[in-house]
T-cell receptor, first 109, second 114 residues
Framework: GQNIDQPTEMTATEGAIVQINCTYQ??????LFWYQQHAGEAPTFLSY??LDGLEEKGRFSSFLSRSKGYSYLLLKELQMKDSASYLC??????????WGAGTKLIIKP | IAGITQAPTSQILAAGRRMTLRCTQD?????MYWYRQDLGLGLRLIHY???????GKGEVPDGYSVSRANTDDFPLTLASAVPSQTSVYFC?????????????FGPGTRLTVL
């Protein structure tokens, strides 16, 4: 494969916080994207990180550590509508996106 | 149309038949992409085009061809469909991944090859 991994499935409770991790290995790196995909729908953009650190956008935050090949997506105050798959993808040296298989997030009341 | 559209929404196709999936965007994006998405696998790039008149091969190009005659349209053709090409196909466009611009995705085409 293309050396990008994320958990297959996670379960969390409405109102709680969940962290979805993504690890990657690549010799060429030009940033990392997170997308949300509801069942039967197209992926939609959530965040982009190219520098180390935390980017906050409302209830969603994304973190990147380039030296560790690691990113996470943090979702706060979970709502039922957050039930979806979350896809991480890194931008390689050819500026092509290499995608993880996605993490299916199940929110329980 | 405001965005990116794909047609058909879904299709059942006999093996050996030729099929063209259509993709049109009205955002004047230079770059366009075709992906396939299979259960348990990430999105895999089939072909891409960085600008009208140019195309390139992605990770899984065999059995597929593309053309980019103008900025808006990026059709994907399966010359002779095989069952392993059963998948959901997404077209996407971007104003420039190299500048951190996101990809916008079409609604997808669900293709079944029997």
């Amino acid at each position: 494969g293309q050396n990008i991994d994320q958990p297959t499935e996670m379960t969390a409770t409405e109102g709680a916080i969940v962290q979805i991790n993504c690890t990657y290995q690549t010799s060429g790196f030009n940033g990392l994207f997170w997308y949300q995909q509801h069942a039967g729908e197209a992926p939609t953009f959530l965040s982009y990180n190219v520098l180390d650190g935390l980017e906050e956008k409302g209830r969603f935050s994304s973190f990147l550590s380039r030296s560790k090949g690691y990113s996470y997506l943090l979702l706060k105050e979970l709502q039922m509508k957050d039930s979806a798959s979350y896809l991480c993808a890194y931008l390689n040296s050819n500026y092509q996106l290499i995608w993880g298989a996605g993490t299916k997030l199940i929110i329980k009341p | 149309i405001a965005g990116i559209t794909q047609a058909p929404t879904s299709q059942i196709l006999a093996a050996g038949r030729r099929m063209t999936l259509r993709c049109t965007q009205d955002m004047r994006h230079n770059a366009m992409y075709w992906y396939r998405q299979d259960l348990g696998l990430g999105l895999r790039l089939i072909h891409y085009s960085n600008t009208a008149g140019t195309t390139g091969k992605g990770e899984v190009p065999d059995g597929y061809s593309v053309s980019r005659a103008n900025t808006d349209d990026f059709p994907l053709t399966l010359a002779s469909a095989v069952p392993s090409q059963t998948s959901v196909y997404f077209c996407a466009s971007s104003d420039g991944l190299d500048r951190g611009h996101e990809q916008f995705f079409g609604p997808g085409t669900r293709l079944t090859v029997l």
